[in-house]
Nanobody, 123 residues
Framework: QVQLVESGGGLVQAGGSLRLSCAAS????????IAWFRQAPGKEREFVAA????????RYTDSVKGRFTISGDNAKNTVYLQMNSLKPEDTAVYYC????????????????WGQGTQVTVSS
């Protein structure tokens, strides 16, 4: 059974940094993509970043390019999201998701989801 567990969320001031972790277990994730999505109150869940397990393909949504970095540690079965220069509009619950195949930016294309971790950026 695939399990994704997020951690690392919290409260930070604007301009600060946080690193989210997504620990994956339950199967071999070779040929999988791991993504980060986020959902703010009253808004739809939106794509943030994704990476293939091999690290060969990475994509970001435009609003986080240059500020967020997604990376993976295969030995630890963990994917990270380093978030710098955080803004109040980054406030959301951040979810980790997995799918076989490439790093697509669509919620409906992911088969496995974590429970989410709250990120709050104060102004």
């Amino acid at each position: 059974q695939v399990q994704l567990v997020e951690s690392g969320g919290g409260l930070v001031q604007a301009g600060g940094s946080l690193r989210l972790s997504c620990a994956a277990s339950g199967r071999t994730f070779a040929h999988f993509a791991i993504a980060w999505f986020r959902q703010a109150p009253g808004k739809e869940r939106e794509f943030v970043a994704a990476i293939t397990w091999s690290g060969a393909a990475i994509r970001y949504t435009d609003s986080v390019k240059g500020r967020f970095t997604i990376s993976g540690d295969n030995a630890k079965n963990t994917v990270y999201l380093q978030m710098n220069s955080l803004k109040p509009e980054d406030t959301a619950v951040y979810y980790c998701a997995a799918r076989p195949g490439g790093p697509l930016p669509h919620v409906g294309r992911y088969d496995y989801w974590g429970q989410g971790t709250q990120v709050t950026v104060s102004s």
